[in-house]
């Protein structure tokens, strides 16, 4: 079982409706979560982290975290043609010293 | 301009020989990273370093060799090349003690033949 896992997709949203990203890991011991964001043949940028159970919203972002569960999320509201690229959960567990990434999400929204 | 800059952006080499990715950050970040990324397999962790002078070895580390003797400066070298260290890499910085990367370069793609 891979540590972080991620659908790979393609997920397919029309414009302006929401757009849902799933994450699940397996070390229950897991206490910061982020989502890059990466563009075809570009690096990642960061986009949002979530550290507390709950919600989390910037601006049409909103990172949804569940730790009994072990999923997070990243919702994306009004999704525009500009939000297509694939999306990277990254997990620390608690006793590591560096971020797990999954494999990523594409994303594509269609005009 | 401030940021981070990676040499070369394309190399093709071939098996055996040495080659060496530069990095170079003008923010003074602390942390410094090399990942590389494969398709299926996301981003994984070559080599970290906290500050000059300190490195570390992440979750694939073998066949690399990493150097920071000045805060704005990582090398990543390759010692003898191999066909799977055919990769996009990646080095990122970060100014928190997170282990989390903050700002990436634009990526060096590898071809090693």
Redesign the interface.
Known sequence: QKEVEQNSGPLSVPEGAIASLNCTYSDRGSQSFFWYRQYSGKSPELIMFIYSNGDKEDGRFTAQLNKASQYVSLLIRDSQPSDSATYLCAVKAGSARQLTFGSGTQLTVLP | DAGITQSPRYKITETGRQVTLMCHQTWSHSYMFWYRQDL??????IY?SAAADIT?K??VPDGYVVSRSKTENFPLTLESATRSQTSVY?CASSDNG?????H????TRLSIL
């Open positions: 299926g397999h996301g981003l994984r962790l970290y570390d992440g979750e990646f997170n282990h989390q990367p903050q990436f370069g634009d990526g």
